[in-house]
């Protein structure tokens, strides 16, 4: 069983920066693709940024692109995003999960071990 915790929310301004880490424990996983979604109260939860632990290849969603960097610490088990240049549309409860099946990796419906999630909310 792995478990996933997500620190990092708060309020911030709009312009603003952010930097979420998500904890992995437990027993080992696949260490295959871990990805940040976010969901807005009323609305689906949708793809943020995606990492393979392996290669590193990096996966962001249009709107975040050139805002947000997604990286890992192989040794820590933990993802990071750093977000710059919040903009009250990201508001959000923020998770991570661990991909488990081979479909799309901006669909959460292929990621589970999802953590509590964290609250980020930009004021404009």
């Known amino acids: 069983q792995v478990q996933l915790v997500e620190s990092g929310g708060g309020l911030v301004q709009a312009g603003g920066s952010l930097r979420l880490s998500c904890a992995a424990s437990?027993?080992?996983?696949?260490?295959?693709?871990m990805g940040w979604f976010r969901q807005a109260p009323g609305k689906e939860r949708e793809f943020v940024a995606a990492?393979?632990?392996?290669?590193?290849?990096?996966y962001y969603a249009d709107s975040v692109k050139g805002r947000f960097t997604i990286s890992r610490d192989n040794a820590k088990i933990t993802v990071y995003l750093q977000m710059n240049s919040l903009k009250p549309e990201d508001t959000g409860v923020y998770y991570c999960g661990l991909q488990y099946s081979s479909g799309k990796i901006y669909d959460p419906i292929n990621f589970g071990s999802w953590g509590q999630g964290t609250q980020v909310t930009v004021s404009s």
């Open positions: 990492i393979s632990w392996s290669v590193g290849n990096t």
């Open positions: 437990g027993r080992t996983f696949n260490r295959n693709i």
